[in-house]
């Protein structure tokens, strides 16, 4: 959340311009990460990872139409205006692949998924009969739990950027 690609700024500029909020489609889900929560997940999978593991933090995830009702609830309402989705943008993120969900460790606020060390030995998957190539769900922003807009609003009120916005609008 606010860092580079964020659209919270981006609204939260567009409030302060006395404009209305641009969404692209506001059924798009993002996961909601803050700075403190992305170096959590560093400094985790420096002190535990092996050698090519893959670390991820469960996140809560927030429709763009929840997210953008949030800032407004927090910096005021200045209308919306449905955009449409950009070339390439996806309706929402994947954090794990199913292929990779099959291999990974759920660690609580993490997960691992090991290095893919399968080797070439078709045999062992044709002769023993290993079939499962994959879980049933990746993990996404459409799949983990989902922000209601009192949630949106605490976790954006945990990153310094909001906080320092709304320090002429109001006192936290």
Do not use: W
Request: with cysteine; hydrophobic share 35%.
């Amino acid at each position: 959340m606010c860092s580079r690609g964020s659209v919270i700024p981006l609204f939260i500029d567009q409030i302060h311009a006395k404009k209305p909020i641009t969404i692209t489609n506001p059924e798009m889900t993002r996961f909601m990460m803050n700075l403190d929560e992305a170096v959590d997940l560093v400094c985790y999978a420096f002190a535990h990872a092996h050698p090519g593991d893959l670390f991820i933090r469960k996140a809560d995830a927030s429709s763009i139409g929840d997210l953008a009702k949030g800032v407004q609830r927090l910096f005021g309402d200045t209308g919306t205006i449905i955009i449409g989705t950009r070339h390439g943008e996806k309706l929402y993120e994947t954090l794990m692949t199913k292929e990779e969900r099959l291999r990974s460790e759920d660690l609580g606020l993490y997960f691992r998924i090991a290095a893919d060390d399968g080797d070439l030995n078709y045999d062992q998957y044709f002769i023993q009969g290993k079939v499962t190539t994959q879980a049933e769900e990746s993990y996404t922003s459409h799949n983990t739990k989902r922000l209601d807009i009192e949630g949106i609003v605490e976790k954006m009120l945990t990153t310094d950027y909001v906080r320092e916005e709304l320090r002429g609008i109001r006192h936290f």
